[in-house]
């Protein structure tokens, strides 16, 4: 007999399969069941101990390009007023992603997929640049940064809620730890006052957290770079009005700062920046990925020292100790819900 025809070929043991039932439907597992898998293991169903490392080597190349983000803006802003910045950033962005999905022949995303990446669109394309560079004209980037201080344990709150991933207690002390320490030295570094422009960086906190959070799950379900790439393209009918409108109104003087700022917000935050760090989310969890962003509000103080020329206190060194022991408190709890998770699988 056959070993394709045996009763007891593995594909036939602990199968009932209904007359007329085609076998494809139950090959291929469902959106929420890939998402509950991914999230009870605080990665995505494939990651292995390599992936994980790739995952957050990616995520961290994110964080780094995130955190050039409000200094190249401040540079923008020379050039551009800030409603004519974030258009022009978004059309360029879009461009550059259009033309990338168009030579790669990418078809279209399936019809439900695309309620996510208007989310994604509108939190971390149009809003979270907005909110930002509006709040830049009457902040430095060293206040800007209690923004992303924050970011790092509200994307891993609504990424719980929406995803359904259950990190540890020791990740949440961690989690907790670190935002604690980037805020008191934040607030610090700023004279412990709020500016003029909090209100538009605590709604700049929501909307990119959610934006982070739908990205992170959509990551799981198609490339990263196929998220980004289709918010982008989403979001330009509205960018092309908003610059249309928004030039003629604002004036411009072109510098070298200006259009340098300009390139990088486009291309580098705003396209390979989400790239990467859509990637990396996919590969180890939003939760996770999220924390790496503890370091983003120290690197930018650093950039702004270094391209602004803003003060930087020597308290500096002593927070980016305490960051980095509360990151990989954070990975190292991630890693270990993970392996659980896996032995348990097996």
Request: glycine share 12%; net charge positive; charged share 10%.
């Amino acid at each position: 007999m056959r070993a394709d025809n045996s009763a007891t070929h593995p594909s036939s043991i602990a199968v009932a399969e209904s007359v007329g039932t085609p076998r494809t439907a139950r090959a291929i597992p469902s959106e929420a069941a890939t998402a509950s898998a991914a999230g009870r293991s605080g990665s995505s169903p494939a990651t292995g101990p390599s992936a994980g490392r790739s995952g957050t080597v990616l995520a961290g190349l994110g964080v780094v390009a995130f955190s050039l983000t409000f200094p190249a803006t401040a540079w923008g802003l020379e050039s551009f007023g800030p409603w004519s910045l974030v258009a022009l950033r978004s059309v360029l962005a879009a461009l550059v992603a259009g033309s990338v999905l168009l030579a790669a022949r990418v078809p279209l995303p399936e019809r439900r997929h695309w309620a996510g990446l208007a989310v994604v669109g509108g939190g971390v394309v149009v809003g979270f640049p907005l909110l930002t560079t509006l709040a830049l004209e009457t902040s430095t980037t060293s206040h800007a940064a209690v923004v992303v201080g924050l970011l790092p344990l509200t994307t891993a709150v609504l990424g719980s809620l929406r995803t359904g991933e259950r990190p540890s207690r020791t990740f949440w002390t961690a989690a907790l730890a670190g935002a604690s320490v980037v805020i008191a030295f934040t607030v610090q570094q700023s004279g412990g006052a709020l500016a003029p422009g909090d209100l538009y960086l605590f709604g700049a906190l929501l909307v990119c957290a959610a934006g982070y959070t739908e990205g992170g799950r959509l990551a799981r379900l198609m490339p990263g770079w196929h998220v980004i790439g289709w918010a982008l393209v989403l979001c330009l009918p509205l960018a092309v009005a908003g610059a249309l409108v928004a030039l003629p109104l604002e004036p411009v003087h072109l510098n070298a700062h200006g259009v340098l700022g300009l390139v990088w917000v486009a291309a580098g935050s705003t396209f390979l920046g989400l790239y990467v760090w859509y990637r990396g989310m996919a590969a180890i969890g939003v939760a996770r990925a999220s924390q790496l962003q503890l370091a983003q509000p120290l690197l930018t103080l650093v950039w702004s020292f270094l391209l602004l020329g803003e003060e930087m206190s020597a308290a500096a060194p002593v927070a980016a100790v305490a960051v980095l022991v509360c990151i990989a408190a954070t990975q190292r709890a991630g890693r270990g819900a993970a392996g659980e998770s896996r032995r348990v699988r097996s």
